[in-house]
């Protein structure tokens, strides 16, 4: 599913070169802001859960210093050979394995590296659905969310019904 996402995301990015920068950088409703801004937090959030897991410090810059395109894009470069690295890496053993997480109000929550997996998938697919509908609001066609396709699951050759 991560393979899903960075395909969908790549065809977003892609997508983002005939919009123009005001309309990339508009503030919208729901989300964290606008097109550029809500593709910049999906490629944060997915390598700062991984960081954050593996103990490591997360991403705290703004997203002012990468409101360009080319900037996301740079980002997008930059984190995915640790992310791929990380699924690479993954066995059965790390599903279980607890996670700690300190709330605002001091509280703690417990929760599985297999959740924050399956939760970083479904963030990305969620904010997805908005890219699509703002897609429709500046008159664009949005990127297709098909899984079905994307050829991500090859047929066997000696069986096709």
């Not at 001091?106 to 929760?111: D, E, L, V």
């Not at 990305?124 to 703002?134: P, R, T």
């Amino acid at each position: 599913m991560f393979e899903y996402n960075w395909i969908v995301r790549e065809e977003w990015l892609k997508w983002c070169e005939d919009v123009p920068i005001e309309e990339l950088l508009r503030p919208r409703i729901g989300g964290v802001g606008g097109i550029l801004h809500t593709l910049f937090h999906v490629i944060d959030v997915e390598w700062s859960w991984i960081q954050v897991m593996l103990g490591r410090p997360d991403f705290q810059e703004s997203f002012n210093l990468y409101n360009r395109l080319e900037k996301v894009c740079e980002l997008e470069a930059t984190f995915r050979p640790d992310v791929l690295q990380f699924l690479r890496n993954w066995d059965e053993s790390m599903e279980t394995r607890a996670f700690q997480d300190t709330k605002p109000d001091g509280s703690i929550a417990t929760y599985t590296w297999g959740e924050i997996m399956r939760h970083m998938i479904a963030h990305e697919i969620h904010h997805v659905g908005q890219l699509s509908i703002w897609a429709r609001e500046i008159g664009k066609k949005p990127i297709s969310a098909n899984l079905i396709g994307k050829n991500l699951i090859l047929p066997t050759a000696n069986y096709i019904h």
